[in-house]
């Protein structure tokens, strides 16, 4: 059987949702299936369930959504936003250090045997591999330095599905184009062609779908009509897209959205909840409307400190009477001092916090990447910690404050009741398990009305 590769004809064509759901689709054939990503840049990861390694959130989500162990081969390099031109590496889910741009590409043939081993790894297992590739797979100037996209399909000789977004404009172009300038041995590999995000009557592209089969000689796989999916955000440009119907909303909840911010996974129960409204926020006028403050995780929290308080933001946050919720860097950022004696993240070795914490943090070398059960203010909850931040304990509380490095919280219902309870006595809550298992299988269902499944499958085996 062969392999999938996902390509996508431009940024953000909804390649990491329908990679999830042709990857879940086909376990429900009884296929062997597992995700792949061969590099990923985002500041958004998950710690595995096998090797308490880091790899991003879409082959995290797409693993669990079929029940399926995360392990580093899924994702074997990982980049992290770094100081202006540099990148947190990560390879094989460990940490290897920041490393400039253009020394990454210079390194890009020591990179593809990391990449071959992983995939090579996962064959030995599974009988399909769904890759998902990264941007644009014909950036012409960059296409022996891609991994994900040209490297993958030509090493494993991937059958390949191309993802056009019509929602952007475009579509034809984008088709025309990606498709001819692929290498000649990749064309041949092109089963066809999904049109993802579709808006309005379905029958006004029927003449699209023929210029593209009959003009282009592309198969057009499918039209997927927009939904909303509000899970598996891989980064903030995605998470940005949510949506949410606030028609019964109860407690208004501002995140403020850091320069370096990251796990935003974190507030994946928040927006699907109905009586959370959830904002992203970036001036100090907007916390005044909000019931509760959240300071996520960040993946540089000196900077992000210094421009909350560029920002006006300390006196409200350094204020007992603002409750916050502050989680990972957030956390962080709440004790009286952070140090930084090794230049993890900084060359100022010392910082003030907004001290509604007693104590100091202390950036360690080697990075905290853990998975398990945490006891979080008297609940029992599942969780992961990914920080170089060290303190005395995980989680601690004071006065309209809870603080943790624990990523994942909110998915705990009972605990997020007690939070938003003491806000507004009337919340209900939600159980956020039962709707995150229905979200993906009708989702990954929408997916199937619309495209031709058999046609893939017939494909690759």
């Known amino acids: ?187 041949k590999n092109v089963i066809g062609v999904i049109v993802n995000k579709f808006r309005g009557d379905m029958s006004l592209f029927e003449e699209g779908v023929s210029i593209i089969e009959k003009e282009f000689k592309i198969p057009v796989l499918g039209v997927v009509p927009y939904k909303a999916f509000n899970l598996g955000f891989e980064d903030s440009q995605s998470l940005m897209g949510y949506t949410q119907d606030t028609t019964n909303a109860i407690i208004k909840v501002g995140v403020i959205k850091l320069p370096h911010i990251s796990n935003f996974t974190d507030f994946e129960p928040l927006v699907v909840d109905e009586e959370i409204e959830l904002s992203f926020i970036s001036s100090v006028s907007e916390l005044s409307s909000c019931d509760l403050i959240v300071l996520p995780g960040s993946k540089r929290v000196i900077d992000d400190l210094a421009w909350l308080r560029e920002k006006g933001f300390e006196k409200k946050l350094s204020s007992k009477k603002t409750k916050v919720i502050a989680i990972c860097g957030g956390y962080e950022m709440m004790f009286e001092r952070i140090l930084d004696e090794h230049s993890v993240e900084s060359k100022t070795r010392e910082t003030l916090g907004f001290a509604r914490l007693k104590g100091d943090i202390s950036f360690a070398k080697e990075k905290v990447v853990k998975k398990g059960s945490y006891n979080l203010f008297g609940i029992m909850c599942e969780g992961y910690e990914i920080h170089n931040g060290l303190a005395k304990k995980r989680c601690k509380s004071a006065k309209n404050l809870y603080g943790t490095f624990i990523h994942g919280f909110f998915d705990n219902d009972t605990l997020r009741n007690a939070i938003f309870q003491e806000i507004d006595h009337e919340y209900n809550g939600y159980n956020f398990k039962e709707y995150k298992k229905k979200a993906i299988a009708e989702f990954a269902e929408h997916i199937n009305t619309h495209i031709d499944m058999p046609r893939i499958i017939e494909a690759i085996t």
């Open 1 to 187: 059987m062969k392999s999938l590769s996902i390509f996508g004809t431009s940024s953000d064509a909804g390649k990491s949702t329908l990679s999830f759901a042709i990857t879940y689709l086909l376990h429900k054939q009884r296929i062997k299936v597992a995700p792949f990503k061969a590099q990923n840049v985002s500041n958004n990861s998950q710690v595995t369930d096998l090797d308490s390694g880091e790899i991003a959130i879409p082959q995290a989500f797409a693993a669990e959504a079929i029940g399926l162990a995360t392990r580093s081969a899924f994702n074997p390099i990982l980049l992290k936003s770094g100081g202006k031109s540099k990148a947190h590496m990560i390879i094989n889910g460990k940490s290897v250090g920041d490393t400039d741009v253009w020394e990454y590409y210079r390194n890009m043939e020591k990179l593809k045997p990391i990449v071959t081993s992983a995939f090579t790894s996962l064959q030995e297992e599974f009988e399909c591999i769904v890759a998902e590739g990264a941007g644009s797979p014909v950036e012409l100037n960059l296409m022996d330095k891609d991994l994900s996209n040209i490297y993958v399909a030509d090493a494993f000789n991937t059958k390949i599905i191309l993802v056009a977004d019509i929602e952007r404009g475009g579509v034809f172009a984008s088709i025309y184009g990606v498709y001819h300038l692929l290498p000649k041995k990749l064309r």
